[in-house]
T-cell receptor, first 116, second 115 residues
Framework: GAGVSQSPSNKVTEKGKDVELRCDPI?????LYWYRQSLGQGLEFLIY????????KSGLPSDRFSAERTGGSVSTLTIQRTQQEDSAVYLC??????????????FGPGTRLTVT | GDSVTQMEGPVTLSEEAFLTINCTYT??????LFWYVQYPGEGLQLLLK?????DKGSNKGFEATYRKETTSFHLEKGSVQVSDSAVYFC??????????????FGGGTRLMVKP
């Protein structure tokens, strides 16, 4: 079946512009995660959704970052007024559920963001 | 907070050599442990996992044993192949109401296998 998809695969933007990254999870997966992979910070957790709800947004790097999920499916990660330190690969993962017991997370191919 | 430490790479081996990638962790509770692999140009894939002490995860000839007494989850393979060349990430997960099963990753270890 279809895996997790992300778009765009690559995004080059100028400093100060806003960008929107999209994640389509595996159908039926209620848990969705965003991570960031950068040279300086490695792989870091950003935010978790159970359904449409994100209980804790403190993992987002700054208030320029926001995320939402609608219909228990597609999620978007928005970065406003991008900075060069935002350059990274943004990964999305989904799993059947979150919490209670450990479910495997299935990762998308990522969006490579370059801020010039 | 939770953390994962793994050996830095790159690790360069000849084909059919024995592989060990060390991984240790600190956690507040009783985590599940994972190894993920990232092949060139591909996304992260789960390689193996273990959810309780003394469990052994295995897949594709790779093995790792959950050692609670040493807080370790070292990855091993008896005979590596060129196709095993990739970046390997050790990770842990603790159930958290606000973060689900968020993964905490180590820094990754690049493995290069030469023919």
């Amino acid at each position: 079946g279809a895996g997790v998809s992300q778009s765009p695969s690559n995004k080059v933007t100028e400093k100060g512009k806003d960008v929107e990254l999209r994640c389509d999870p595996i159908s039926g997966h209620t848990a969705l995660y965003w991570y960031r992979q950068s040279l300086g910070q490695g792989l870091e957790f950003l935010i978790y959704f159970q359904g449409n709800s994100a209980p804790d947004k403190s993992g987002l790097p700054s208030d320029r970052f926001s995320a939402e999920r609608t219909g228990g499916s597609v999620s978007t990660l928005t970065i406003q007024r991008t900075q060069q330190e935002d350059s990274a690969v943004y990964l999305c993962a989904s799993s059947p559920r979150g919490g209670g017991q450990t479910y495997e997370q299935y990762f998308g191919p990522g969006t490579r963001l370059t801020v010039t | 907070g939770d953390s994962v430490t793994q050996m830095e790479g790159p690790v360069t081996l000849s084909e059919e050599a024995f592989l060990t990638i060390n991984c240790t962790y600190t956690a507040t509770g009783y985590p599940s442990l994972f190894w993920y692999v990232q092949y060139p140009g591909e996304g992260l894939q789960l390689l193996l996992k273990a959810t309780k002490a003394d469990d052994k995860g295995s897949n594709k000839g790779f093995e790792a044993t959950y050692r609670k007494e040493t807080t370790s989850f070292h990855l091993e393979k008896g005979s590596v192949q060129v196709s095993d060349s990739a970046v390997y990430f050790c990770a842990l997960s603790e159930v958290n109401n606000n973060a689900g099963n968020m993964l905490t990753f180590g820094g990754g270890t690049r493995l290069m296998v030469k023919p």
